[in-house]
């Protein structure tokens, strides 16, 4: 069984939380897939890409570079879903293999949860709200700077949070 060690993506790292690297044979051919558990912002970074430049580390050394097509499922755990044909399959005898008739495939969203992924890369959104203040509170808004507003806000939401007890 071979175990992906590291993996760049267009010559940058990418933190990987849990791989399955295998091989799918199917009637139209074999095919090199590799599925990977990564944070939101991987795959907001590579949603409108058809394709990647993939550099593989294998545990035991061995290093594959392909040009490999992504998809992205949504719902679940963030992750990215990447394929290429193959040849040949004499380089790759010690993968797993899947068959489109089988009803097993790798899980790799087990034992992971969401909240362990943001913790090591929490995503950030932009957000915009509508709110009635008094005239002095609006002009102190608009005197400040978007990254120490970002920030107070931040802070303010994470107290107010951690004192709800609806949390």
Same mark, same amino acid.
């Given at each position: 069984m071979a175990v992906v060690k590291s993996v $760049? #993506? &267009?010559?940058?790292?990418?933190? #990987?939380f849990k791989s399955a690297i295998y091989i799918f044979e199917s009637s139209s051919g074999i095919t090199l897939v590799l599925d990977m558990i990564v944070s939101e912002v991987a795959v907001k970074k590579y949603r409108n890409v058809d394709t990647l430049i993939m550099e593989i580390e294998l545990e !035991?050394?061995?290093?594959?570079?392909?040009? =490999?097509?992504? $998809?992205?499922?949504?719902?679940? %755990?963030?992750?990215?879903?990447?394929?290429? +044909? %193959? !040849?040949? #399959?004499?380089?790759?005898? &010690?993968? &797993?293999?899947?068959? +489109?008739? &089988?009803?097993?495939?790798?899980?790799i969203e087990e034992d992971i949860t969401i909240?362990?992924?943001? $913790?090591? +890369? =929490?995503?950030?959104?932009d957000v915009s709200l509508k709110l009635k203040l008094p005239i002095d509170q609006v002009e102190w808004l608009k005197n400040q700077k978007k990254t120490g507003l970002n920030e107070m806000f931040k802070e303010f939401i994470y107290d107010y949070w951690k004192k709800s007890p609806s949390k």
């Open positions: $760049k #993506i &267009d010559g940058e790292c990418i933190h #990987i !035991d050394g061995r290093i594959i570079n392909s040009i =490999m097509y992504l $998809k992205i499922f949504s719902g679940g %755990l963030p992750q990215l879903h990447l394929f290429c +044909e %193959l !040849d040949g #399959i004499q380089e790759y005898e &010690d993968f &797993d293999r899947v068959n +489109e008739n &089988d009803s097993w495939f790798p899980n909240e362990e992924i943001r $913790k090591v +890369e =929490m995503p950030n959104e």
